[in-house]
Protein backbone atom coordinates (compact mmCIF):
# COMPACT_ATOMS: atom_id res chain seq x y z
CA UNK A 1 0.00 0.00 0.00
CA UNK A 2 2.55 2.58 -0.88
CA UNK A 3 0.92 3.54 -4.27
CA UNK A 4 0.49 7.18 -4.67
CA UNK A 5 -2.78 8.68 -3.69
CA UNK A 6 -3.76 10.66 -6.40
CA UNK A 7 -7.22 11.97 -5.29
CA UNK A 8 -6.97 12.85 -1.68
CA UNK A 9 -9.28 14.99 0.58
CA UNK A 10 -10.48 17.62 -2.03
CA UNK A 11 -12.03 14.73 -4.26
CA UNK A 12 -13.67 12.87 -0.80
CA UNK A 13 -15.36 16.42 -0.19
CA UNK A 14 -16.64 16.93 -3.18
CA UNK A 15 -17.89 13.78 -3.56
CA UNK A 16 -19.35 14.14 -0.13
CA UNK A 17 -20.46 17.65 -0.37
CA UNK A 18 -21.72 17.16 -3.76
CA UNK A 19 -23.72 14.09 -2.80
CA UNK A 20 -25.15 15.81 -0.02
CA UNK A 21 -26.34 18.77 -1.73
CA UNK A 22 -27.87 17.02 -4.59
CA UNK A 23 -29.56 14.97 -2.32
CA UNK A 24 -30.92 17.68 -0.49
CA UNK A 25 -31.72 19.27 -3.76
CA UNK A 26 -33.62 16.18 -4.88
CA UNK A 27 -35.35 15.55 -1.13
CA UNK A 28 -36.35 19.56 -1.24
CA UNK A 29 -38.43 18.83 -4.83
CA UNK A 30 -39.97 15.70 -3.90
CA UNK A 31 -41.07 17.39 -0.65
CA UNK A 32 -42.29 20.31 -2.40
CA UNK A 33 -44.75 18.18 -5.05
CA UNK A 34 -45.88 15.89 -2.60
CA UNK A 35 -46.68 18.45 -0.31
CA UNK A 36 -49.33 20.84 -2.69
CA UNK A 37 -52.80 19.53 -1.98
CA UNK A 38 -52.05 17.64 0.96
CA UNK A 39 -51.15 20.06 3.71
CA UNK A 40 -51.22 17.87 6.20
CA UNK A 41 -48.87 15.71 4.87
CA UNK A 42 -45.53 17.35 6.45
CA UNK A 43 -48.32 18.94 8.79
CA UNK A 44 -47.90 22.19 6.76
CA UNK A 45 -44.55 22.21 6.90
CA UNK A 46 -43.71 20.44 3.56
CA UNK A 47 -42.95 24.21 2.21
CA UNK A 48 -40.23 24.93 4.64
CA UNK A 49 -38.42 21.40 4.24
CA UNK A 50 -38.17 22.83 0.74
CA UNK A 51 -37.16 25.72 1.34
CA UNK A 52 -34.36 24.23 3.81
CA UNK A 53 -32.82 21.88 1.43
CA UNK A 54 -33.16 24.39 -1.97
CA UNK A 55 -31.12 26.51 0.00
CA UNK A 56 -28.36 23.97 1.29
CA UNK A 57 -28.37 22.59 -1.84
CA UNK A 58 -26.73 25.48 -4.35
CA UNK A 59 -23.72 26.34 -1.63
CA UNK A 60 -22.92 22.22 -0.74
CA UNK A 61 -22.26 21.31 -4.77
CA UNK A 62 -21.01 24.42 -5.21
CA UNK A 63 -18.21 24.38 -2.03
CA UNK A 64 -17.65 20.72 -3.27
CA UNK A 65 -16.55 22.09 -7.16
CA UNK A 66 -14.31 24.29 -5.67
CA UNK A 67 -12.41 21.64 -4.01
CA UNK A 68 -12.83 19.93 -7.22
CA UNK A 69 -10.91 22.53 -9.00
CA UNK A 70 -8.01 23.02 -6.29
CA UNK A 71 -7.10 19.67 -6.63
CA UNK A 72 -6.24 20.03 -10.22
CA UNK A 73 -2.55 19.54 -11.47
CA UNK A 74 -2.98 22.99 -13.27
CA UNK A 75 -5.03 24.72 -10.46
CA UNK A 76 -1.82 23.60 -8.25
CA UNK A 77 0.57 25.01 -10.73
CA UNK A 78 -0.86 28.47 -11.18
CA UNK A 79 -3.07 27.97 -14.29
CA UNK A 80 -5.93 28.59 -12.42
CA UNK A 81 -8.49 28.66 -15.58
CA UNK A 82 -7.29 25.82 -17.44
CA UNK A 83 -10.48 23.94 -16.00
CA UNK A 84 -12.41 25.51 -18.63
CA UNK A 85 -11.30 23.47 -21.24
CA UNK A 86 -13.81 21.23 -19.56
CA UNK A 87 -16.60 22.99 -21.19
CA UNK A 88 -14.59 23.37 -24.76
CA UNK A 89 -15.80 20.21 -25.89
CA UNK A 90 -18.31 17.19 -25.12
CA UNK A 91 -16.35 13.56 -25.02
CA UNK A 92 -17.73 10.04 -23.40
CA UNK A 93 -15.66 10.41 -20.48
CA UNK A 94 -17.96 9.90 -17.85
CA UNK A 95 -16.11 13.28 -15.98
CA UNK A 96 -17.03 15.14 -19.16
CA UNK A 97 -20.61 14.22 -19.17
CA UNK A 98 -20.29 15.20 -14.94
CA UNK A 99 -19.10 18.20 -15.17
CA UNK A 100 -21.96 19.54 -18.22
CA UNK A 101 -24.28 17.57 -16.08
CA UNK A 102 -23.45 19.96 -12.58
CA UNK A 103 -23.87 23.24 -14.86
CA UNK A 104 -26.62 22.49 -15.47
CA UNK A 105 -27.56 20.80 -12.26
CA UNK A 106 -25.90 24.38 -10.53
CA UNK A 107 -28.31 26.57 -13.11
CA UNK A 108 -31.47 24.69 -12.43
CA UNK A 109 -30.71 24.09 -8.78
CA UNK A 110 -29.62 28.20 -8.58
CA UNK A 111 -33.10 29.30 -9.99
CA UNK A 112 -35.16 26.91 -7.35
CA UNK A 113 -33.41 28.74 -4.41
CA UNK A 114 -33.71 31.88 -5.88
CA UNK A 115 -37.59 30.83 -5.42
CA UNK A 116 -37.53 30.38 -1.99
CA UNK A 117 -34.80 33.55 -1.17
CA UNK A 118 -37.65 36.31 -0.49
CA UNK A 119 -38.36 36.28 3.24
CA UNK A 120 -41.76 36.11 2.33
CA UNK A 121 -41.91 33.54 -0.31
CA UNK A 122 -44.84 30.91 0.15
CA UNK A 123 -46.71 28.90 -1.62
CA UNK A 124 -48.81 30.13 -4.33
CA UNK A 125 -46.89 33.25 -4.50
CA UNK A 126 -45.23 34.83 -7.70
CA UNK A 127 -42.72 32.49 -8.42
CA UNK A 128 -44.70 29.41 -8.03
CA UNK A 129 -44.66 28.24 -11.37
CA UNK A 130 -40.54 28.33 -11.45
CA UNK A 131 -40.51 26.85 -8.46
CA UNK A 132 -42.77 23.99 -9.45
CA UNK A 133 -41.09 23.54 -12.84
CA UNK A 134 -37.42 23.54 -11.38
CA UNK A 135 -38.38 21.25 -8.69
CA UNK A 136 -39.42 18.75 -11.67
CA UNK A 137 -35.88 19.24 -13.26
CA UNK A 138 -34.29 18.86 -9.47
CA UNK A 139 -34.87 15.58 -9.05
CA UNK A 140 -33.97 13.93 -12.33
CA UNK A 141 -30.57 15.90 -11.95
CA UNK A 142 -30.06 15.94 -8.47
CA UNK A 143 -30.13 11.60 -8.73
CA UNK A 144 -27.77 11.89 -11.78
CA UNK A 145 -25.08 14.57 -9.84
CA UNK A 146 -25.46 11.54 -6.96
CA UNK A 147 -25.52 8.85 -9.61
CA UNK A 148 -22.44 10.34 -12.10
CA UNK A 149 -19.62 10.10 -9.28
CA UNK A 150 -19.91 6.42 -8.68
CA UNK A 151 -20.27 5.84 -12.27
CA UNK A 152 -17.00 8.28 -12.50
CA UNK A 153 -14.94 6.00 -10.07
CA UNK A 154 -16.62 2.56 -11.71
CA UNK A 155 -15.24 3.53 -15.39
CA UNK A 156 -11.82 2.23 -14.80
CA UNK A 157 -10.84 -1.15 -15.15
CA UNK A 158 -7.70 -0.79 -13.28
CA UNK A 159 -9.71 -0.10 -10.06
CA UNK A 160 -10.95 -2.96 -9.17
CA UNK A 161 -12.61 -1.90 -5.79
CA UNK A 162 -14.39 0.85 -8.61
CA UNK A 163 -15.28 -1.00 -11.13
CA UNK A 164 -18.68 -2.26 -9.71
CA UNK A 165 -22.07 -1.33 -11.16
CA UNK A 166 -23.51 -1.43 -7.20
CA UNK A 167 -21.03 2.00 -6.29
CA UNK A 168 -23.06 4.56 -8.21
CA UNK A 169 -26.05 3.19 -6.07
CA UNK A 170 -24.47 3.11 -3.15
CA UNK A 171 -23.57 6.79 -3.57
CA UNK A 172 -27.10 7.34 -5.16
CA UNK A 173 -28.51 6.02 -1.68
CA UNK A 174 -25.46 7.60 0.26
CA UNK A 175 -26.63 11.03 -1.25
CA UNK A 176 -30.26 10.86 -0.68
CA UNK A 177 -29.80 9.68 2.94
CA UNK A 178 -27.25 12.44 3.73
CA UNK A 179 -29.40 14.99 1.98
CA UNK A 180 -32.25 14.33 3.70
CA UNK A 181 -30.19 14.24 7.40
CA UNK A 182 -28.99 17.74 6.32
CA UNK A 183 -32.46 19.05 6.05
CA UNK A 184 -33.05 17.23 9.42
CA UNK A 185 -29.92 18.60 11.45
CA UNK A 186 -30.60 22.22 10.27
CA UNK A 187 -34.50 22.11 11.12
CA UNK A 188 -33.41 21.31 14.71
CA UNK A 189 -31.19 24.14 14.68
CA UNK A 190 -33.90 26.29 13.48
CA UNK A 191 -36.23 24.87 16.27
CA UNK A 192 -38.43 23.90 13.72
CA UNK A 193 -41.15 21.45 15.04
CA UNK A 194 -44.54 20.41 13.09
CA UNK A 195 -48.12 19.54 14.27
CA UNK A 196 -47.12 16.02 16.11
CA UNK A 197 -44.30 16.07 14.93
CA UNK A 198 -45.92 15.05 11.20
CA UNK A 199 -42.82 16.51 9.28
CA UNK A 200 -40.31 14.71 11.63
CA UNK A 201 -41.89 11.27 11.33
CA UNK A 202 -41.80 11.60 7.19
CA UNK A 203 -38.26 12.56 6.95
CA UNK A 204 -37.46 9.95 9.39
CA UNK A 205 -39.39 7.30 7.72
CA UNK A 206 -37.80 8.42 4.81
CA UNK A 207 -34.66 8.50 5.83
CA UNK A 208 -34.97 5.12 7.22
CA UNK A 209 -35.97 3.74 4.20
CA UNK A 210 -33.02 5.28 2.80
CA UNK A 211 -30.41 3.85 5.23
CA UNK A 212 -31.89 0.05 4.24
CA UNK A 213 -31.28 0.76 1.00
CA UNK A 214 -27.91 1.56 0.89
CA UNK A 215 -27.58 -1.13 3.66
CA UNK A 216 -28.75 -3.37 0.66
CA UNK A 217 -26.34 -1.62 -1.76
CA UNK A 218 -22.97 -2.08 0.32
CA UNK A 219 -24.10 -5.27 1.38
CA UNK A 220 -24.16 -6.38 -2.59
CA UNK A 221 -21.03 -4.48 -3.09
CA UNK A 222 -19.35 -5.85 -1.39
CA UNK A 223 -20.54 -9.56 -1.94
CA UNK A 224 -20.30 -9.52 -5.16
CA UNK A 225 -16.67 -8.39 -5.35
CA UNK A 226 -15.60 -10.87 -2.82
CA UNK A 227 -17.78 -13.90 -4.45
CA UNK A 228 -15.47 -12.75 -8.08
CA UNK A 229 -12.21 -14.18 -8.29
CA UNK A 230 -8.92 -12.30 -8.74
CA UNK A 231 -9.19 -8.55 -8.93
CA UNK A 232 -12.10 -7.32 -7.26
CA UNK A 233 -11.73 -10.51 -5.16
CA UNK A 234 -7.86 -8.91 -3.38
CA UNK A 235 -9.61 -5.20 -3.75
CA UNK A 236 -12.32 -5.73 -1.34
CA UNK A 237 -10.19 -7.41 0.83
CA UNK A 238 -8.63 -3.65 2.14
CA UNK A 239 -11.85 -3.07 3.98
CA UNK A 240 -11.58 -6.30 6.14
CA UNK A 241 -7.83 -6.01 6.97
CA UNK A 242 -5.92 -3.34 6.90
CA UNK A 243 -5.41 0.20 7.63
CA UNK A 244 -8.64 0.74 6.11
CA UNK A 245 -10.95 -2.23 7.92
CA UNK A 246 -11.36 -0.35 11.42
CA UNK A 247 -12.24 3.01 9.68
CA UNK A 248 -15.05 0.65 7.14
CA UNK A 249 -16.36 -1.05 10.38
CA UNK A 250 -16.68 1.74 12.50
CA UNK A 251 -17.55 4.36 10.20
CA UNK A 252 -19.87 3.46 7.53
CA UNK A 253 -21.37 0.31 9.16
CA UNK A 254 -21.42 1.02 12.78
CA UNK A 255 -21.88 4.87 12.76
CA UNK A 256 -23.09 5.42 9.70
CA UNK A 257 -25.63 2.72 8.87
CA UNK A 258 -26.27 0.75 11.84
CA UNK A 259 -26.66 3.11 14.69
CA UNK A 260 -28.79 5.55 12.87
CA UNK A 261 -30.97 2.49 11.64
CA UNK A 262 -31.40 1.17 14.74
CA UNK A 263 -31.93 4.38 16.59
CA UNK A 264 -34.84 5.29 13.95
CA UNK A 265 -36.54 1.94 14.18
CA UNK A 266 -36.87 2.58 17.87
CA UNK A 267 -38.41 6.04 17.55
CA UNK A 268 -41.08 5.00 14.78
CA UNK A 269 -42.19 1.84 15.99
CA UNK A 270 -44.27 2.81 18.04
CA UNK A 271 -46.35 4.89 15.63
CA UNK A 272 -46.66 1.65 13.16
CA UNK A 273 -48.27 0.47 16.28
CA UNK A 274 -50.95 3.27 17.07
CA UNK A 275 -48.67 5.33 18.75
CA UNK A 276 -47.05 8.92 18.37
CA UNK A 277 -43.68 9.67 16.88
CA UNK A 278 -41.83 10.67 20.27
CA UNK A 279 -38.33 11.41 19.29
CA UNK A 280 -36.17 13.40 21.86
CA UNK A 281 -34.62 16.92 20.25
CA UNK A 282 -30.94 15.23 20.63
CA UNK A 283 -31.78 12.01 18.94
CA UNK A 284 -33.48 14.30 16.26
CA UNK A 285 -29.94 15.71 16.20
CA UNK A 286 -27.44 12.69 16.64
CA UNK A 287 -29.24 10.27 14.03
CA UNK A 288 -28.77 12.72 11.15
CA UNK A 289 -25.45 13.75 12.35
CA UNK A 290 -24.22 9.92 12.77
CA UNK A 291 -25.53 9.47 9.00
CA UNK A 292 -23.79 12.62 7.93
CA UNK A 293 -20.26 11.61 9.36
CA UNK A 294 -20.70 8.16 8.06
CA UNK A 295 -21.47 9.50 4.42
CA UNK A 296 -18.39 11.62 4.82
CA UNK A 297 -16.25 8.04 6.01
CA UNK A 298 -17.95 6.28 3.38
CA UNK A 299 -16.60 8.02 0.78
CA UNK A 300 -12.95 8.45 2.49
CA UNK A 301 -12.86 4.62 2.50
CA UNK A 302 -13.94 4.62 -1.36
CA UNK A 303 -11.86 6.62 -2.89
CA UNK A 304 -8.56 5.61 -1.01
CA UNK A 305 -9.70 1.80 -0.99
CA UNK A 306 -9.64 2.14 -4.75
CA UNK A 307 -6.38 3.93 -4.85
CA UNK A 308 -4.28 1.52 -2.66
CA UNK A 309 -5.52 -1.61 -4.28
CA UNK A 310 -4.94 -2.84 -8.23
CA UNK A 311 -4.68 -5.48 -10.63
CA UNK A 312 -3.41 -8.45 -9.51
CA UNK A 313 -0.48 -10.22 -11.18
CA UNK A 314 1.11 -9.03 -14.44
CA UNK B 1 19.96 -11.11 -33.00
CA UNK B 2 23.44 -9.56 -33.99
CA UNK B 3 24.70 -6.20 -33.53
CA UNK B 4 23.32 -4.42 -36.55
CA UNK B 5 24.50 -0.64 -36.87
CA UNK B 6 21.39 0.28 -38.82
CA UNK B 7 19.44 0.05 -35.75
CA UNK B 8 20.68 2.77 -34.15
CA UNK B 9 19.69 5.59 -36.69
CA UNK B 10 17.26 3.83 -38.64
CA UNK B 11 15.95 6.93 -40.29
CA UNK B 12 15.56 4.92 -43.86
CA UNK B 13 13.75 1.80 -42.28
CA UNK B 14 10.86 4.32 -40.26
CA UNK B 15 11.11 6.32 -43.28
CA UNK B 16 10.05 3.58 -45.37
CA UNK B 17 7.26 3.05 -43.19
CA UNK B 18 4.96 4.96 -44.76
CA UNK B 19 5.29 3.60 -48.48
CA UNK B 20 5.67 -0.14 -46.96
CA UNK B 21 2.16 1.10 -45.48
CA UNK B 22 0.56 2.59 -48.51
CA UNK B 23 1.86 -0.67 -50.71
CA UNK B 24 -0.15 -2.85 -48.17
CA UNK B 25 -3.19 -1.12 -49.00
CA UNK B 26 -2.71 -1.47 -52.23
CA UNK B 27 -1.72 -5.09 -52.07
CA UNK B 28 -4.59 -6.41 -49.69
CA UNK B 29 -3.52 -9.97 -50.49
CA UNK B 30 0.07 -9.53 -47.66
CA UNK B 31 0.18 -12.36 -45.56
CA UNK B 32 -1.30 -10.90 -42.15
CA UNK B 33 0.50 -10.91 -38.89
CA UNK B 34 -1.44 -12.76 -36.65
CA UNK B 35 -0.45 -10.07 -33.85
CA UNK B 36 -1.31 -7.33 -35.99
CA UNK B 37 -4.61 -8.54 -37.07
CA UNK B 38 -6.05 -5.09 -35.92
CA UNK B 39 -6.31 -2.21 -38.57
CA UNK B 40 -3.30 -3.92 -41.03
CA UNK B 41 -3.29 -0.84 -43.23
CA UNK B 42 -2.38 1.58 -40.31
CA UNK B 43 1.01 2.27 -39.25
CA UNK B 44 0.67 1.25 -35.24
CA UNK B 45 4.23 1.48 -33.69
CA UNK B 46 5.31 -0.84 -31.02
CA UNK B 47 7.90 -2.04 -28.91
CA UNK B 48 9.32 -5.43 -28.56
CA UNK B 49 11.60 -6.04 -25.09
CA UNK B 50 13.51 -9.27 -25.22
CA UNK B 51 13.67 -9.15 -20.91
CA UNK B 52 16.13 -11.99 -21.24
CA UNK B 53 18.54 -9.13 -22.69
CA UNK B 54 17.63 -6.82 -20.12
CA UNK B 55 20.17 -6.81 -17.82
CA UNK B 56 18.91 -4.33 -15.40
CA UNK B 57 21.28 -1.37 -15.78
CA UNK B 58 18.51 1.51 -15.99
CA UNK B 59 20.25 3.58 -18.90
CA UNK B 60 17.13 3.41 -20.70
CA UNK B 61 15.39 5.33 -17.36
CA UNK B 62 18.60 7.62 -17.61
CA UNK B 63 18.22 8.35 -21.16
CA UNK B 64 14.23 9.00 -21.25
CA UNK B 65 15.10 11.35 -18.35
CA UNK B 66 17.38 13.09 -19.98
CA UNK B 67 15.26 13.22 -23.34
CA UNK B 68 12.40 14.02 -21.61
CA UNK B 69 13.45 15.95 -19.20
CA UNK B 70 11.25 13.65 -16.82
CA UNK B 71 10.98 15.19 -13.23
CA UNK B 72 12.79 14.18 -10.19
CA UNK B 73 11.05 11.25 -8.63
CA UNK B 74 9.36 10.35 -12.07
CA UNK B 75 10.61 8.43 -14.80
CA UNK B 76 8.66 7.85 -18.04
CA UNK B 77 10.29 3.84 -18.47
CA UNK B 78 11.81 2.10 -15.87
CA UNK B 79 13.18 -1.30 -14.93
CA UNK B 80 11.21 -3.68 -12.55
CA UNK B 81 13.39 -6.38 -10.45
CA UNK B 82 11.66 -9.65 -9.79
CA UNK B 83 12.81 -11.89 -7.18
CA UNK B 84 11.69 -15.11 -6.70
CA UNK B 85 12.61 -18.83 -4.71
CA UNK B 86 14.32 -20.03 -2.00
CA UNK B 87 18.07 -20.71 -2.05
CA UNK B 88 19.34 -22.81 -4.20
CA UNK B 89 16.24 -22.30 -6.72
CA UNK B 90 16.32 -18.82 -7.21
CA UNK B 91 16.17 -16.61 -9.76
CA UNK B 92 15.93 -12.26 -10.60
CA UNK B 93 14.77 -10.55 -13.73
CA UNK B 94 14.24 -8.14 -15.10
CA UNK B 95 11.41 -6.11 -16.84
CA UNK B 96 11.93 -2.94 -18.10
CA UNK B 97 8.42 -0.71 -18.31
CA UNK B 98 6.60 1.74 -20.01
CA UNK B 99 3.01 3.26 -21.41
CA UNK B 100 1.99 0.65 -23.69
CA UNK B 101 0.17 2.55 -26.22
CA UNK B 102 -2.41 0.68 -25.98
CA UNK B 103 -5.04 -0.44 -29.08
CA UNK B 104 -8.36 0.23 -27.10
CA UNK B 105 -6.31 2.44 -24.26
CA UNK B 106 -8.71 3.62 -21.42
CA UNK B 107 -6.39 6.86 -20.21
CA UNK B 108 -7.53 7.82 -23.87
CA UNK B 109 -11.79 6.79 -22.94
CA UNK B 110 -11.54 8.23 -19.98
CA UNK B 111 -10.17 12.01 -20.94
CA UNK B 112 -12.61 14.88 -19.65
CA UNK B 113 -10.88 17.11 -22.58
CA UNK B 114 -9.65 14.92 -25.08
CA UNK B 115 -6.04 15.97 -24.30
CA UNK B 116 -5.12 12.19 -24.17
CA UNK B 117 -5.48 11.13 -27.68
CA UNK B 118 -4.35 7.89 -29.60
CA UNK B 119 -2.44 9.27 -32.84
CA UNK B 120 -4.60 7.74 -36.08
CA UNK B 121 -1.47 8.20 -38.13
CA UNK B 122 0.73 5.84 -35.83
CA UNK B 123 -0.78 4.85 -33.47
CA UNK B 124 0.99 6.39 -30.58
CA UNK B 125 -0.87 7.65 -27.26
CA UNK B 126 0.35 11.07 -26.10
CA UNK B 127 -0.86 14.38 -24.40
CA UNK B 128 -1.47 17.71 -25.40
CA UNK B 129 -0.13 19.22 -22.37
CA UNK B 130 -2.27 22.86 -23.63
CA UNK B 131 -5.19 21.38 -23.51
CA UNK B 132 -4.56 19.00 -20.29
CA UNK B 133 -6.25 20.32 -16.97
CA UNK B 134 -4.63 17.68 -14.51
CA UNK B 135 -7.32 15.80 -13.20
CA UNK B 136 -5.53 12.81 -12.66
CA UNK B 137 -8.79 10.24 -14.19
CA UNK B 138 -6.02 8.93 -16.92
CA UNK B 139 -3.69 8.48 -13.66
CA UNK B 140 -6.61 6.29 -12.18
CA UNK B 141 -7.32 4.34 -15.33
CA UNK B 142 -3.84 3.40 -16.73
CA UNK B 143 -3.47 -0.61 -15.46
CA UNK B 144 0.19 -0.45 -15.80
CA UNK B 145 0.67 2.87 -14.21
CA UNK B 146 2.62 4.28 -16.63
CA UNK B 147 1.32 7.92 -16.20
CA UNK B 148 2.10 10.56 -13.57
CA UNK B 149 1.67 14.71 -12.90
CA UNK B 150 4.70 16.21 -13.84
CA UNK B 151 4.82 18.85 -10.59
CA UNK B 152 6.45 21.61 -12.58
CA UNK B 153 3.56 21.68 -15.24
CA UNK B 154 0.67 20.15 -13.54
CA UNK B 155 -0.28 18.25 -16.50
CA UNK B 156 -0.18 14.34 -16.96
CA UNK B 157 3.13 13.08 -18.30
CA UNK B 158 3.79 9.51 -19.41
CA UNK B 159 6.26 7.87 -22.82
CA UNK B 160 4.91 9.11 -26.14
CA UNK B 161 7.62 6.76 -28.10
CA UNK B 162 10.05 9.71 -28.17
CA UNK B 163 7.33 11.21 -30.59
CA UNK B 164 9.84 14.22 -31.51
CA UNK B 165 12.51 11.93 -32.50
CA UNK B 166 10.26 9.39 -34.37
CA UNK B 167 8.66 11.96 -36.57
CA UNK B 168 12.49 12.52 -37.42
CA UNK B 169 12.44 8.97 -38.04
CA UNK B 170 15.21 8.22 -35.30
CA UNK B 171 14.67 5.47 -33.14
CA UNK B 172 13.39 6.27 -29.29
CA UNK B 173 16.08 7.49 -26.60
CA UNK B 174 15.42 3.81 -24.72
CA UNK B 175 16.14 1.69 -27.78
CA UNK B 176 18.85 4.02 -28.70
CA UNK B 177 20.59 3.92 -25.31
CA UNK B 178 19.40 -0.13 -24.29
CA UNK B 179 23.48 -1.91 -24.08
CA UNK B 180 21.85 -5.21 -24.10
CA UNK B 181 19.89 -4.35 -27.70
CA UNK B 182 16.92 -5.52 -25.70
CA UNK B 183 14.62 -3.23 -27.08
CA UNK B 184 12.85 -3.29 -31.14
CA UNK B 185 11.06 -0.65 -31.89
CA UNK B 186 9.13 0.01 -35.80
CA UNK B 187 6.04 -0.51 -37.79
CA UNK B 188 4.64 -3.36 -36.60
CA UNK B 189 1.90 -3.27 -39.11
CA UNK B 190 4.66 -3.40 -41.58
CA UNK B 191 5.88 -7.06 -42.14
CA UNK B 192 9.48 -6.12 -43.09
CA UNK B 193 10.05 -4.05 -40.06
CA UNK B 194 11.99 -6.07 -37.40
CA UNK B 195 9.16 -5.69 -34.19
CA UNK B 196 6.95 -7.67 -36.96
CA UNK B 197 9.35 -10.44 -37.71
CA UNK B 198 10.40 -10.51 -33.74
CA UNK B 199 6.36 -10.75 -33.37
CA UNK B 200 5.71 -13.38 -35.99
CA UNK B 201 8.91 -15.47 -34.93
CA UNK B 202 8.84 -15.52 -31.50
CA UNK B 203 7.29 -16.28 -28.22
CA UNK B 204 5.76 -13.00 -27.11
CA UNK B 205 3.38 -11.83 -23.97
CA UNK B 206 1.95 -8.55 -23.18
CA UNK B 207 0.92 -7.03 -19.67
CA UNK B 208 -2.36 -7.53 -17.82
CA UNK B 209 -4.36 -8.22 -20.93
CA UNK B 210 -7.28 -9.24 -19.05
CA UNK B 211 -7.94 -5.09 -18.78
CA UNK B 212 -8.91 -5.21 -22.34
CA UNK B 213 -6.54 -1.94 -23.53
CA UNK B 214 -5.26 -4.40 -26.33
CA UNK B 215 -1.32 -3.29 -25.14
CA UNK B 216 1.65 -2.32 -28.37
CA UNK B 217 4.51 -3.50 -25.93
CA UNK B 218 5.32 -6.79 -26.54
CA UNK B 219 7.70 -8.61 -24.37
CA UNK B 220 10.10 -11.83 -25.08
CA UNK B 221 10.89 -14.05 -21.66
CA UNK B 222 8.89 -11.82 -18.99
CA UNK B 223 8.84 -12.71 -16.01
CA UNK B 224 4.60 -12.30 -14.70
CA UNK B 225 5.09 -13.13 -11.53
CA UNK B 226 3.38 -10.95 -9.22
CA UNK B 227 3.19 -11.35 -5.18
CA UNK B 228 -0.26 -11.03 -5.11
CA UNK B 229 -0.87 -14.31 -7.69
CA UNK B 230 2.00 -16.11 -5.95
CA UNK B 231 1.26 -15.94 -2.39
CA UNK B 232 3.41 -19.45 -1.38
CA UNK B 233 6.44 -18.15 -2.97
CA UNK B 234 9.04 -15.77 -1.90
CA UNK B 235 8.82 -12.96 -4.49
CA UNK B 236 10.24 -9.31 -3.97
CA UNK B 237 9.36 -7.01 -6.57
CA UNK B 238 11.61 -3.80 -6.84
CA UNK B 239 10.69 -0.36 -8.96
CA UNK B 240 12.80 2.24 -9.66
CA UNK B 241 9.56 4.90 -9.27
CA UNK B 242 8.95 6.97 -5.93
CA UNK B 243 6.27 4.09 -5.02
CA UNK B 244 8.29 1.37 -3.98
CA UNK B 245 5.85 -1.07 -4.66
CA UNK B 246 4.19 -2.32 -8.01
CA UNK B 247 1.11 -0.63 -9.40
Known amino acids: MHADIHWGLPIILYFFLAGMGAGA ?45 LELGSFEVGNYFRFLMLFTTVTMSPMSIGSWLLVVFMGVASLYALSFLKPDAASGDANDGTRRTMAMLMI ?5 VAIYTGVLLGA ?15 FLFSSLSTGVAAIMIIRVFLNSESEGKEAEYRLAVSDFGLIIFEMLSL ?28 TFWIG ?35 IPAAIIVGGFILRYVVVIAGQVTGPVGL | MPYDDSKVLRRDVLKGTAVAAAG ?3 ASTLPTNAVAATAANTVQYAMVIDARKCNGCHACSVACK ?69 CK ?14 PISGTAEKCDFCLHRVKEGVVPSCVNTCQARARTFGDMNDPESDVAKLLATEAVTTLRTEVGTKPNVYYIGADHTDPKTDPDQYVRIETNRRQQERV
Not at chain 1, 44 to 64: E, K, N, T
Not at chain 1, 156 to 170: A, D, E, G, K, T
Not at chain 1, 253 to 277: C, D, M, N, S
Request: some cysteine; glycine content about 10%; aromatic content about 10%.
Open chain 1, 25 to 69: GVISAFVLLRGEGNANRYGGHSFSIARIGALISVPMVGIGTAFLI
Open chain 1, 140 to 144: PLGAC
Open chain 1, 156 to 170: VPSRPFWNSPMLPML
Open chain 1, 219 to 246: FLFVLFAFLMVGNSQDAILAIFSGGLAS
Open chain 1, 252 to 286: VVVIGLLLPALLEARFLTPRLQGGAFAAPRAMEML
Open chain 2, 24 to 26: AVA
Open chain 2, 66 to 134: TENNVPLGETRTWVEVIEKGEFPNVSRNFLPRLCNHCSEPDCVKVCPTGATYKREEDGIVTIDKDICIG
Open chain 2, 137 to 150: YCVQACPYGARFIN
